[in-house]
């Protein structure tokens, strides 16, 4: 019987984490439909199910109505909107007195379809690391028994002093660099124009605090996801800073904030043709061969490269790349 990828490649390690590489975030109910819409490629203008939508509490709900909003947020997550169960929420802040709450009404409301948890803001693990915990104990007090993948942004200078022993708590999924914040909280040091592009990849406190946190979130088995495009219309400047992240980063996912930056981020982040198609017929070969070492195109290739190989198909699937029939049949 043919052996899977993930059973012959990682031996009970645990492997990377292959999610969508768009985040799109959506803050009121009229949004968060319209996204959950947009996953579906049967609806007018349906980009189909590559990309996570997060609902927003932290910057969705209105001062007085955080109970309401993530009420909200329960129903739909638990309605037929949310067909493909790929969609997350953003809590308040630790300073934030509601964010105890937020979490008790999402867990314990909709523990079971929650993508993952966002958590914005930390200046110190010590706050990170409550709050996991305290997202752990309302799980375990409802009764669910699966992981919630945690989202921590790091966008203050405490959080990016720690950022590679943040990176090693539990349950974390993503490393999220918030662009804005940062930037604000230099005092002026870094200017304004450095929250676009080129300023946002080449002013160098910039430069080093997105390498920093691609450094610490691939060295723990964590994704690293990119800021924000603040330019709403121009789809090229979104794919360009899309492209510019992946290829001279190392992020691996984006923020969305508008429905024409999705498909613009999922086709900068996603892999190229060639590869998929060399990826697939190399995992087929190694597949056959009981995944023992083969020839492909005059090269070597092993276990090594097969785990690389493996994550370009796995991405593909995520990004809606086509990839060889056999190879589809044979590993999804």
Known sequence: MAVHPNQALFGGEKPFPVIPA??????????????????????????????????????????????VHAEMIVRVLNSPANQYKMAGARIHDYTHPH???DIEILVGGAGEVLSYLTIPKCTDIAQAREMITYI????????????????????????????????????????????????????GAIPASAMRSPGQF????????????????LANGVVPAHNVTLDLKNVEVTYSDAARARNEFGFMRM????????????????????????AANILLAAQ????GPIQYAGELHDRATYRYFWEVLQKAKQTGVTMPADAEHAFF
């Open 288 to 291: 056959a061969a009981d995944w």
């Open 136 to 187: 752990q104990q309302v799980a375990k007090q409802h009764g669910i028994s699966r992981i919630i993948p945690v989202h921590i942004l790091i966008e203050t200078h405490g959080a990016l002093r720690q950022v590679h022993e943040i990176a090693q708590l539990p349950w974390l999924q993503v490393l999220d660099f918030g662009l804005m914040d940062f930037v604000s909280a230099h005092h």
């Open 202 to 217: 080449e002013h160098r406190l910039l430069a080093r605090a997105k390498a920093e946190v691609v450094s610490a979130a």
């Open 99 to 101: 964010w105890k709450k």
């Open 255 to 278: 923020w969305s904030i508008y429905p024409t930056q999705i498909q613009a981020i999922v086709d900068a982040m996603k892999p190229n043709y060639d590869e998929v198609n060399d």
């Open 22 to 67: 768009c985040e799109h975030f959506a803050g009121s109910e009229k949004l968060i439909l319209k996204a959950l819409s947009l996953q579906d490629p049967t609806q007018v203008n349906g980009i189909g199910p590559v990309f996570d939508i997060t609902c927003d509490c932290e910057d969705g709900a209105a001062s007085g109505q955080e109970q």
